[in-house]
């Protein structure tokens, strides 16, 4: 047996499709969608060996589903007894996915955070989390930026190098979880100029700005656009849900789709349970349809407004649960 699969599965794709090879708990094949006879020498589609599901991480492909879905695709019929023994399939939706899309590459160093140095910095902090944190303790906060960019060697272009000192007085940055994005927001709240992302890393998967939250064994997941969002709600606990928290995740102006997938494989969970911190513009229909064409990896979906402001980062918050 090969996960949850019969030997002759890895034949039959390989039949089917011409590639197919497993990868730590992962079978990596060619997608039937978007890859179907062409050669190349990564492709993108992903079947997990502990569940019956898939997913495409091609670049605008956005197929996904059961692996009935992908048999019927293939050869026009469901052939998912014929290959999957059922007994196999773990009743655990938290078991480890040993996968790492991402390039190797060392951990990047995060300089110290100096308050006295950067007090303007600090003050911002404060004031945008609306309560009095110790910012040291705070993930992948960087505010030395220059620092940061000289001890990790990264090598800029023309225009991030004409704009450091301008960064550096005057920006706060966040490191993503896989290091692959550096976000560094404005600390003048009526500035124009008021994001710049500084990419450290080709990354085909979203990566995100991550909390770890209080209960690793949980499939319960709060999601939002903004960093802030995630820290208020962290702190506040404006839910009543900290306790049972796996994580909290923003999406730095990702979308929320992408997110949950990138959250399936790196954080190693299937069957969600979602929570979102919404902006009060976004309409329900959205999350509606998130809901159902994700259905194979969304559990269950809830969605809050804060009814004090346009999103989680405005306090106070008084949250309002909308029905999906």
Do not use: W
Request: glycine share 4%; with cysteine.
């Amino acid at each position: 047996m090969i996960g949850i699969y019969k030997e002759e599965f890895i034949q039959y794709l390989k039949d089917n499709l011409g590639y197919a090879k497993v990868s730590n708990k992962n079978i990596v094949t060619a997608c039937p969608f978007c890859e179907y006879g062409k050669e190349k020498k990564h492709y993108h589609l992903y079947i997990s060996l502990e569940l019956p599901i898939f997913h495409c991480f091609q670049a605008r492909c956005e197929q996904s589903g059961f692996l009935s879905k992908l048999m019927s695709h293939i050869d026009g019929k469901d052939q998912t007894d014929r290959f999957v023994d059922k007994s196999l399939i773990k009743e655990s939706t938290h078991k480890k996915l040993d996968i790492n899309p991402l390039k190797e590459k060392k951990a990047l160093i995060l300089p110290k955070i100096d308050v006295a140095q950067f007090k303007m910095k600090s003050m911002y902090m404060k004031y945008r989390l609306g309560f009095d944190s110790d910012v040291n303790s705070m993930n992948k906060l960087v505010f030395d930026v220059q620092e940061f960019i000289n001890i990790n060697d990264i090598k800029l272009d023309d225009k991030t190098q004409g704009l450091m000192d301008f960064l550096q007085n005057n920006f706060v940055g966040f490191l993503t979880e896989h290091d692959s994005l550096l976000i560094l927001r404005n600390i003048d709240p009526n500035a124009s100029f008021r994001y710049y992302k500084l990419d450290l890393v080709e990354n085909e998967f979203l990566d995100y700005y991550k909390i770890q939250g209080s209960n690793i064994n949980s499939n319960t997941v709060v999601i939002s656009e903004g960093i802030f969002d995630i820290f208020a709600e962290q702190y506040t606990n404006s839910l009543k849900i900290r306790d049972n928290i796996k994580l909290y995740a923003a999406t730095l102006s990702g979308s929320f789709p992408s997110l949950l997938k990138s959250l399936v494989f790196y954080e190693q969970s299937y069957r969600l349970n979602v929570v979102v911190l919404s902006h009060r513009d976004v309409d329900l229909d959205v999350y509606r349809k998130m809901k159902k064409f994700n259905s194979h990896i969304i559990d269950t979906l809830s969605v809050y407004y804060n009814s004090s402001g346009k999103d989680f980062a405005t306090f106070p918050v008084n949250p309002v649960r909308a029905v999906i």
